[in-house]
């Protein structure tokens, strides 16, 4: 008999999670933990590393505010399995794998490599092939009963692309599994070298290799019950399990309020009147679960299903920065650098003149003076503002253009959930008020990932005012201090308050 619903598909399940230690994973977890009566098992698959083996990465995920609503004794039934997506047969031992392929009846695969700016063959092993050797343990499974495969809404936005984009597979030049074995016996300098022609119409690695995932697991599916979930541009959590949740700032749109929130970052190149397509992860761990379901449901064909908002509930760039603006000025961190701002901006010149101006200079000075000093700091400023302008340059190309995401499939699945696990696992962006989800965003950005408590917020709006007096009289003392130089120089009175003046409204401009 078929389920009707998240708890019975999940009850008394044995799961395997792939990508727990990432910002999805980790809250996919937590949700199919509070699930009743929930799985008797979850399994998940992470990767040693030098500094922290597997076991102390979970815990440590674990003990976060993420799970602070979880029983003790539903942690327990979380087991880790050391191991690696990138190795054939996920470099697990031969007793772990007999175990998956006896017991395991779910499978959730949210394991990726998301950065925009990845090397090729970095890409190919993580995104491709780790999908592949997921896929060929998942169809040893006994029991198994679905999969679902974390993709991305932009795997599709190619160069000619059209700007509708659909809940469905879209053609690629090469088989994905010819791709692989073109690829495995290049260097990883033959690989780079060879990019450009690899990307064909792709703006980076990333949409490349995911697009050629959802192929892959399309065409070696066989008789699996799949689901592909595509979300957009993933945010903290809207109320599950806590308003404005967020452990890491990977994602560009995470980190951007973390820097605002500092006073850090000033501008990004986005065209200000284009729609962005923000979901919460709340929702997309929603998605995931219902569309488990509505395989299990439907298991004789692939499923596709977008997670955006875009479409039923827009929101502007300029709408985004407006409210991140003043919720980091009214819930402000303390050490913040300078008055908080950050503005959208569709010109290329404008934006490098800012970055270079009002984030690459003063991060120079600063460094300079903390060396000369002696003082102690966490990292170099510089090197977080040439991080910052080179993944800015990589996200333009999704932010100076705009798509329709279609979610014809992903409106079904409202219908599959009954009323009473609508509100428990919401996943509809409809309902999302964006001026009060974004104040949650930097709130929670505040509390959760720069570690600040409630107590220090009148402290930091002390500080906050005596920042934003000294930014109103910068123009003004930039304007004496021009003045004095260009008379200094031999200008006359007139033509140096005159050249000041178109200085400092030209800086005001950019």
């Not at 031969?94 to 890409?123: G, N, Q, R, W």
């Not at 913040?336 to 010149?349: G, K, Q």
């Not at 109103?472 to 000041?500: D, E, H, Q």
């Amino acid at each position: 008999m078929k389920p009707n619903s998240i708890n019975e598909l999940l009850a008394d399940s044995t799961i395997f999670l792939t990508g727990v230690t990432g910002f999805i994973g980790g809250t996919l977890l937590e949700r199919i933990l509070k699930t009743c009566p929930g799985p008797k098992k979850v399994y998940v698959l992470v990767r040693n590393k030098c500094d922290h083996d597997a076991s102390d990465r979970v815990k440590q995920i674990l003990s976060s505010p993420l799970f602070s609503d979880v029983k003790p004794e539903r942690l327990q039934i979380v087991e880790i399995i050391p191991g690696d997506i990138t190795v054939e047969g996920l470099g697990i031992s031969a007793s772990y794998k007999d175990l998956l392929i006896s017991t395991c009846t779910h499978v959730f695969h949210s394991a990726a490599y998301i950065s925009f700016a990845a090397h090729l063959d970095l890409a190919i092993k993580i995104n491709l092939v780790g999908a592949r050797n997921v896929l060929n343990l998942v169809k040893e499974m006994r029991k198994i009963q679905c999969m679902v495969h974390l993709s991305t809404a932009y795997a599709n936005c190619t160069k000619d692309r059209k700007p509708i984009i659909e809940e469905k597979l879209y053609p690629i030049i090469i088989d994905p599994n010819e791709f692989i074995n073109k690829t495995k016996n290049l260097s990883k300098e033959e690989i780079a070298k060879r990019t450009f022609e690899f990307l064909g119409n792709h703006p980076n690695t990333y949409t490349l290799t995911k697009q050629m995932a959802e192929h892959l697991m399309s065409r070696e599916k066989e008789g699996l019950a799949l689901s592909i979930v595509r979300p957009g541009i993933v945010l903290n959590s809207w109320k599950e399990p806590i308003a404005g949740w967020v452990d890491n700032v990977n994602s560009g749109a995470c980190g951007l309020i973390a820097g605002v929130s500092k006073g850090l970052f000033r501008t990004f190149q986005a065209n200000p009147n284009y729609l962005q397509d923000f979901i919460p992860v709340d929702m997309v761990v929603s998605t995931i679960l219902a569309s488990a379901l509505y395989a299990v449901r439907n298991p004789t064909q692939m499923h596709i299903f977008h997670c955006t908002s875009s479409s039923v509930n827009p929101t502007t760039y300029r709408e985004y920065c407006k409210v991140v603006t003043k919720c980091s000025r009214e819930h402000p961190c303390r050490n913040v650098l300078w008055y908080p701002e950050i503005r959208p901006r569709s010109s290329y010149l404008r934006h490098t003149l800012v970055m270079y101006i009002f984030h690459m200079g003063p991060a120079y000075v600063i460094d300079f003076l903390r060396k000369l000093t002696n003082a102690k700091y966490k990292f170099p400023l510089l090197k977080l503002q040439q991080r910052f302008a080179k993944g800015t340059k990589y996200v333009s190309y999704f932010t100076t253009k705009q798509w329709t995401f279609s979610r014809v499939n992903a409106e079904k699945l409202f219908t599959t959930l009954p009323p009473n696990e609508i509100t428990v696992h919401p996943m509809d962006p409809s309902i999302i008020n964006w001026n009060e989800y974004f104040e949650d965003c930097v709130l929670g950005t505040r509390k959760y990932y720069h570690k600040e408590p409630d107590r220090t917020t009148e402290e930091a709006r002390r500080r906050i005012m005596r920042l934003q007096v000294i930014s109103n009289l910068v123009p003004f003392l930039s304007f004496t201090v021009l003045w004095y130089i260009t008379c200094w120089t031999g200008c006359s009175l007139t033509t140096g308050a005159l050249l000041s003046a178109v200085v400092i409204i030209f800086m005001i401009w950019i």
